[in-house]
């Protein structure tokens, strides 16, 4: 009749070695996550000078994904009694451009150097400036003024900036986008007119 087989026991000097062994994968693998770089914020800036006319339009593609994220548009009409002229931009889909909800229109503010764009803000503007019935609006011959922007990336909250000249001579309403930028990181606030990450707000 046979014996049953003893099972293999491992010697104290191979249990350390094994020991040893795990310890060193340990303490490479905390070594390569602590390596590991943190996802930080960017800034991407794009340097432009495109005049917007009157009654012309500008398309712009703030993060250059071919598709349209806001378009500016210069409104020139006449009366018999006088030729209102507007400059507007215009939000595609749910993106939005800082500003406020006024009695007649949605004015969008002209944002000093600094400022900070980002979630705590409200997004309803879209007027800039206008001559209808007076100069209205807080870009009326303003030169170095941001827009505040919010828009989507492949469905994620992103916030940027657009810095232009608008000059309002004899009821001519003319814009000139002198630059632009957004922040890569979905949620992350941007300041104004900064134009290299890692941004800190």
């Known amino acids: 009749m046979k014996r049953p087989r003893k099972s293999a026991s491992l010697s104290q000097s191979v249990h350390d070695r094994l020991n040893m062994y795990a310890l060193a994968a340990s303490a490479a693998g905390g070594t390569l996550l602590a390596l590991a770089p943190p996802s930080e914020a960017e800034i991407i800036y794009t340097k432009a000078y495109h005049v917007i006319p009157k009654g012309g339009h500008y398309n712009l593609d703030l993060n250059h994904d071919g598709k349209t994220d806001f378009s500016f548009v210069d409104r020139f009409s006449c009366t018999e009694d006088f030729c209102p002229n507007a400059l507007s931009v215009n939000p595609i889909g ?7 909800q006024g009695f007649l229109e949605k004015w969008a503010y002209a944002l000093p150097q600094g400022a900070h764009i980002g979630p705590r803000h409200p997004f309803s503007g879209q007027v800039m400036a206008s001559s209808d019935a007076g100069y209205l609006g807080s870009w009326v011959n303003v030169t170095n003024r941001y827009l505040g ?4 990336i492949r469905g994620a909250t992103h916030y940027g900036w657009a810095r232009l000249d608008v000059s309002v001579t004899n009821g001519i309403v003319v814009g000139t986008l002198t630059g632009y930028a957004y922040e890569t990181i979905p949620n992350e606030p941007i ?10 707000v």
């Open 94 to 100: 749910e993106n939005g451009v800082e500003g406020r």
């Open 149 to 152: 922007f919010k828009f989507k």
């Open 191 to 200: 300041i104004a007119g900064k134009t290299k990450g890692p941004d800190v």
